[in-house]
């Protein structure tokens, strides 16, 4: 089993930055895809961003793609999202997550195994 915790979420005005992070325990994340996303109330969960387990290939949503960088440090068994250019619409609370078994649909939510807690993104406008 997997534990994961997000962390780095807060309250930013619209223009601004945060950096997310995600820390396992009881397993390292190194051999594993992992995958961010997002859920704004009465709003189902969206993709937001993925990488490999090598690192070698990184997806990202068309909302999101040119403001948000996601990366990985698998000496730290911590994967990152940072946040640049924020907008009142990126207001949700944000999940990490991991595909122990390395699938090939990681903008699909159901090909995660194990989920974090979330932390809360609110941008004001």
């Known amino acids: 089993q997997v534990q994961l915790g997000e962390s780095g979420g807060g309250v930013v005005q619209a223009g601004g930055s945060l950096r997310l992070s995600c820390a396992a325990s009881r397993r390292t994340l190194r051999n594993y895809a992992m995958g961010w996303f997002r859920q704004a109330p009465g709003k189902e969960r969206e993709f937001v961003a993925a990488i490999t387990w090598s690192g070698s290939t990184i997806y990202y949503a068309d909302s999101v793609k040119g403001r948000f960088t996601i990366s990985r440090d698998n000496a730290k068994n911590t994967v990152y999202l940072q946040m640049d250019t924020l907008k009142p619409e990126d207001t949700a609370a944000y999940y990490c997550?991991?595909?122990?078994?390395?699938?090939?649909?990681?903008?699909?939510?159901?090909?995660?195994?194990?989920w974090g807690q979330g932390t809360q993104v609110t941008v004001s406008s």
């Open positions: 997550a991991v595909d122990i078994h390395n699938g090939v649909q990681l903008r699909n939510p159901y090909a995660y195994d194990y």
